[in-house]
């Protein structure tokens, strides 16, 4: 391996300004989980087929394990652990609970990450585009129903309803 | 993965300097593709040249002339832009059909070209909307039209040096429209076993005056399919002529066996599926009234 | 036995939010590759290229001039396994079918079968490392089908494997490594007694647990020999046993702990990759972290057996079941460790038959070494069952659950597997599924309805629990059960309802294997049943505990105090002190407050469950579209109803997709072709219509709450259901799973 030396990132992670060192192969995910040990966002298959890494990019959503680490300079980036805001659960958290729309959860960062940006952008979607929207975040435990109707529930709790 | 060099150049002229100086480079657009091969090991560059901050890629305008759409513009972009999806609603849902939510935050109609893909969903609707690509290079610019980019599986009309910069499509003829349809075994999350686009022309009285037809998962490229388009024109699009422009669109694949499908199954399945995106556009056009 | 089984609960019935669920949805839980410590290096395995070759050497030079290479490993640096026999609960396990799943000994079975790793520095070194790992290979014949492999002249897989359960033992080796056959009755007379007889042979490909986390853990030793691993697992006491097995190391010396599990249906109840952690580790003097990819996950870890089942039943012309003859081959991969023996007892176990004949035969392969998938051996046998089952009610004009209310097993009758069944809930099962509203939903054209029922076991086996009282009362209820699907809650509630103090004040933790009594592994739809039994014992423990404090207090006797909500009370309520009074006097009556349980749970009940299945099929296409899904299961008591319903749509998801589009592709070479989400396709959410759900509860009868395991049956009903619902859609008959849209439409173009 030919001696290469790691390219310096500033950039903003869940509001606060973040510095890491990165080999330019590194994917964000990988430096989210082991240089800055934010490890809320899951790593499921590493070529984007499973959304358990799912982090907002500059107000997109997208799945950390396709983003170069280096790529991320001068951007914003928000991940599970920047979701609850001062000691309060956003109401997609609050609802997988309630719904008990989780079993092993390894999978609920990324779900709750790609809700609440369906959420944000369609406030009042139907079953069936939330059904679509969340086709990249795969549960093998719950057959997704009791995720469906959190999320439903969610949209109507943020809609004032 | 072994070593590479990353670069974001902000201009073409600065672009082209790392295009041009080494023979082991890869564009990253929205990195949907490339990361996944590099990480599978099928491509190992030595140079990625991130086109993300060229504001010529990133440009995003619906005008008299048409949708210029910079090539490394994501889905998500597209996808949200109204205007766009109510004028171009077939090449809009093809992108869209590409990859997850997350997927769509990143990819690109530029990237999805570029790559070459025969199963790539938006390049059949670009086809069928007349798409032209700009491209410049070493010896200044030149367009291409879509039909003509790829030339085979993962192999693109780019020489070396050269970089797409935007596509654009013409504004469609009044009583127009488009439709993509593709077939996968989910619903979502899967590459195409076959997809079919088609944009037609209707006169007032329903008769198809214009037509074109592509397929795509069917053949090494994405294919235009004048014999199916030629079965709608003339036609109201009754059944005789949706068959044969079906049957014309399997006689013209000519697809491999693989994981994701069976020949049989791809050249069979890809004339309903024309048949069908025809049906929804006419559904369009008629909607428009 | 019987015992008294409550019936009027406070606490348990509940839905409460889930003691661990704010971790879970904030990111804050630590799953298997969550972990980092200090001076930390990275692990990565070497696999074969082949599916069958011998392994002339390994040369590790090349990749140990890399700086920051620390330590390599081969099957060299484990103990040659011989005859050596793994202690399991109740059987022991042949440690040679284990450890060269960790190392290849000698000979590579199947493609990407660990052969050597290199521990380095940074995980993108030891990959690199690991490429200049040169191994010399003699690359030797393949063989992929049963049938083939079956052949006299087929390549041999090993040379130590007789067929076992024939009489007198052959001396010949053979890739047919069991064979078992199960009778009742009389199978001639009961086919001679049939009207209509019906047989058709039923095919299910390998197919993935599929669980999202892959595998991963980090072990570390200290100076003393200590062993330390963190890993996701189903068991942290199954790790510690099969990882001192496999590297030689007392098991005395290792300490387990299990991080949050990302998923397993019975994937994680093996190790992959934590003995290669450990002797990276000693060898390298670092702590040691390994973490599969998703292909390797594919490849590598222990897949469902493929199985095809010939299946042949007669009925009277009145819908009596006369006969049920069952074959089921089975494909075990590379060594023995299919469910032949589940398979070939269970299939038709939702039946009363007088005559039934059953028999199995398991057959190696060069492909990965299968493992269990929840309710292992069952679905594939049910699902030939169901489907000829359901073509019979057709023929004969029955409404198909009315058929099988006419057949159905009850209280009292013995099944194959020879232990008389108590009460059951599978005749409730099918009137709740009869009486629901989508059984009565108007079908239109291309659509179909399938009905699937079905029988899993349940396990008891071992458990320990402990409970901890702090000196505010507040009750910390230890386990070292894993906590898969919410269990964490069920504890929770049971040790509330027994302590009769809410939920909130009580903290279940699954705690590492030096905490803990030993306790088998989350599986066998085993934890609530058995766990919970060693958690309500624990906590009825407690209650005499804090009796006798307070009887102490007041100076009485202790048959003068009751226990009545979280409360002690003597002289008709005028004494009474709270569960936090008597803690907080702990220090004066005797110390601590705790109770610690052990348990061997040899109350298991089965559950029964039934699943209808609507579709449109696509005649152009061949594509499913599931309309509508019920599921019906018998619980004995849903502790925490919610996450029972969360078993129920999980296992029926799971079999939908076994149904339709999951399948092992292997290529001519032995290679997995789809070795990644992409292509082996697992459910999406776009796919799915709501899973409804009824929970039946008829209560155990040897359990105190009347509690049935929830975790396993779920997915043995939905191919059966979902394959005869597409099949009458469309007005075929194909019994080659996956019924995927290229199948579909052949058959319906044929």
Known sequence: MSKQRKTHVSTTVNGEPCEFLCEPTQVLSDVLRNNLNLTGTKEGCNTGDCGACSVMLDGALVCACLVLAVEVQDRDIETIEGVAKEGKLHPIQQKLLEHAALQCGICTPGVVIASKALLEKNPDPSESEVRYWLAGNLCRCTGYDKIIRAVLDAGAVMRGE | ?289 | MTINVKTDFKYVGTRPIRPDGLDKVTGRAMYGADLNVQGMIYGHIVRSPYAHAKIKSIDFSEALKLPGVLATMSADDLPDPGDIKIPGGEVDFELKVFSPIIMARGKVFFHAQAVAAVAATSASLAAEAAKLVKVEYEILPHVLDVHAAAREDAPLLHDDVFTQGVDPVPTKPSNVSAQLELKMGDIDAGFAKADLVIERTYCVPMCHQGYIEPHACVAQIDESGKVDIWCCTQGAFMVRTLTSAITGIDVGKFKVTPSEIGGGFGGKTTVYIEPVAVILAQKSGRPVKIVMSREDVFRASGPVSSSETRVKIGVTKDGKITAIDTDIVMDSGAFSSSPIFPAVMFGSACYRCDNIRSSGTEVLTNKPKVYAYRAPGAPQPMLAVECVINEIAQKLNMDPIDFRLLNAVDEGDVPLFGVPFQAIGLKTALREAKKHPNYQAVLKENQGRGVGAAFWINAGMQSSATINVSEDGRINVLTGNPDIGGSRASMALMAAEVLGVPMETIRPTVVDTDSIAYSDLTGGSRTTLATGGAVIKAAEALVEELKKRAAALWALDIKEIEWVDGKAVAANGEKVFTLAELAAKAGVTGGPLCAVASHNAHNAAPSFAVNVCDVEVDRETGKVDILRYTCVQDAGKAIHPAYVEGQMQGGAVQGIGWALNEEYLFNERGELDNAGFLDYRIPVASDLPMIDTVIVEVPNPLHPYGVRGVGEVSICPPMPAVVTAVNQAAGILVCDLPLSPPKVLAAIDA
């Not at chain 2, 066996?257 to 024309?274: H, I, M, N, P, Q």
Request: positive net charge; aromatic residues 4%.
């Open chain 2, 1 to 289: 993965m072994p070593s590479v060099h990353y670069e974001a150049p902000t201009s073409l002229a600065q672009a082209a300097q790392f295009l041009q100086g080494n023979s082991n480079v890869k564009i990253l657009a929205g990195g949907t593709d490339l990361l996944v091969q590099m990480k599978l090991g099928i491509r190992q560059p030595a140079l990625i040249v991130d086109i993300k901050h060229i504001p010529e890629l990133m440009e995003f305008t619906l005008g008299d002339q048409g949708l210029h759409l910079g090539a490394a513009v994501s889905g998500a972009i597209v996808n949200d832009h109204a205007d766009v999806r109510r004028i171009y609603p077939g090449f809009v849902e093809a992108l869209g059909l590409i990859g997850s939510s997350q997927v769509q935050g990143r990819c690109s109609a530029g990237g999805n070209l570029c790559n070459a893909s025969p199963a790539a969903d938006s390049v059949p609707a670009l086809m069928v909307n007349r798409a032209m690509c700009n491209i410049i290079g070493p010896s200044g610019t030149r367009t291409v039209a879509v039909e003509n980019f790829n030339t085979g599986p993962g192999k693109n009309c780019l020489a070396r040096g050269e970089i797409l910069v935007s596509i654009d499509i013409p504004l469609p003829a009044p009583r127009s429209s488009d439709a993509y349809l593709r077939f996968i075994p989910r619903t979502e999350m899967d590459i195409a076993v076959a997809g079919a686009a088609v944009a037609i022309r209707l006169d007032a009285t329903g008769v198809c005056t214009a037509a074109r037809v592509a397929i795509g998962a069917v053949a090494p490229t994405a294919l235009l399919v004048p014999a199916a388009a030629a079965a709608l024109v003339g036609s109201k699009l009754d059944d005789a002529a949706l068959s044969k422009a079906a049957a014309a669109a399997s006689a013209a694949s000519s697809p491999i066996s693989d994981k994701r499908g069976t020949a049989e199954y791809r050249k069979k399945v890809v004339g309903v599926l024309v048949r069908r995106a025809a049906i929804i556009a006419k559904a369009r056009i008629e909607a428009q009234v």
